[in-house]
């Protein structure tokens, strides 16, 4: 029977949650999946029950097999002046998605474009088919990024790539991508959505505190200066060794048996 909570909203489609693994796909073709305020409201939506559903260990989020997404939705753009930008709902949109604590694995077929991705890069892990091609072509349209792109981007591919895409709205394919570091893995386009959903069936498999640790501690390391993301590190590392599962994790292992975790 379908899961009522996970009914998808108008652009998105839903599958899951099996195996621990929620897939959430763009799907808006007739606007390359332009990112609406709505949609963007609509993944928060999914986001927030996920959370809270022990049966969705990992995300993947996906998009059509030529357009991941073109970014924000210009039309809606268009009608709105800087007061309206001022006080508009994206931003907590985008902050809800960020603060999502279980993972999430982007899986990219052709273009990721401005709004799309930065989404994308709210992920935790990037794989990318053949046909992805990554960029941030606001300075076409006057403007610049504002969902992260001058910051994550920067970070996940230094200054100067960072700074060509941003400065010249040049696109990046997918080999280029890779060998930048924005993505993890390139495969083939028919490959990509059964690749993330291999790589979120394993991290489903995990325990589920040391995932979500592990996610908070990796991103500290964007936030803060080396003593600090060591501390952070360290912390959830004791937090860690006071649960059930690593001792379960221990003692599978000497046991030479696979573990089973409680999330405890
Ligand atoms: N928004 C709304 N509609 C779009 C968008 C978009 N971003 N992109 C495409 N469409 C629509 C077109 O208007 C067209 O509609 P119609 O059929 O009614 O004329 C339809 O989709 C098809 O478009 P194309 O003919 O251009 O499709 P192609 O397959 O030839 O090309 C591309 C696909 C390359 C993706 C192309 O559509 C394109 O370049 N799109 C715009 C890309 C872009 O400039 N993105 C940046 C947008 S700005 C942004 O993302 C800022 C984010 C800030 C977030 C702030 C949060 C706080």
Redesign the pocket.
Known sequence: MEDLRYAACEGLLVSGPQDGVLEIRLDRP???N??STPLLRGIVGLLDVAEADDAVRCVVLTGGD??FA????????AAKDMQAVLV?E??HL?AAIARFPKSIVGAVCG?A????C?LVMHADIIVAGESAQFGQ??I??G?I???G?TQRLTRAVGKSLAMKLVLSGEFIDAAEARAAGLVAEVVADEACIARAHELAGKIASRAPLAVRLAKESVLQSFETPLSAGLAIERRNFVVLAGTEDRNEGVRAFLEKRKPVWKGR
Not at 70 to 77: Q, R, S, T, Y
Not at 113 to 116: E, F, K, M, R
Request: glycine share 18%.
């Open positions: 007739a606007a390359r332009a990112l030529k357009v073109a970014g924000a939705d210009l039309a809606e753009m508009e994206r931003p985008f273009y474009l401005g709004g799309g930065e072509p606001e076409n349209l403007i990024p504002g969902a792109g």
